[in-house]
């Protein structure tokens, strides 16, 4: 008997909900650029005026990479606009889909594969 490495993955549905889509303005507070999947912390002013901390699962970081996106490409406090999904559990993450860009550039954000809702404008 041997004991080998089981990678894991989790398709979207597992966590995400895709009744519940969103759009997210917030100022980054932080990138991590960890496999698998990379994360976005972004500051949102709510409706009440509450600040929250979302965390935006994004895609991997090699998928990421080969759409022109990199580990500086957001700096502490740019301000950026995500679309994605809510948790299923109602916490304050979400499954990215696109994100725009200070310069107006938009990208897609999220990992093929996974079951995630396909982007209309990738069709």
């Not at 894991?8 to 597992?14: M, R, T, V, Y």
């Not at 650029?33 to 709510?46: E, Y």
Request: net charge positive; no cysteine.
């Amino acid at each position: 008997m041997a004991a080998l490495p089981a990678p894991g993955h989790h398709a979207f549905a597992a966590e995400f909900d895709v009744n519940k889509p969103l759009i997210l303005r917030g100022k980054v507070t932080q990138m991590e650029w960890v496999n698998p999947h990379a994360w976005l912390r972004i500051d949102v002013k709510m409706p009440d005026g509450k600040v929250i901390n979302w965390a935006i699962e994004a895609g991997a970081p090699n998928g990421l990479l080969r759409r022109g996106f990199n580990k500086n490409s957001l700096p502490i406090g740019t301000e950026v606009v995500v679309e994605g999904w809510q948790a299923k559990d109602g916490s304050y993450r979400a499954n990215g889909s696109n994100i725009l860009l200070p310069d107006g550039k938009k990208l897609f954000l999220g990992s093929p594969g996974t079951g995630a809702p396909y982007d209309p404008e990738k069709k």
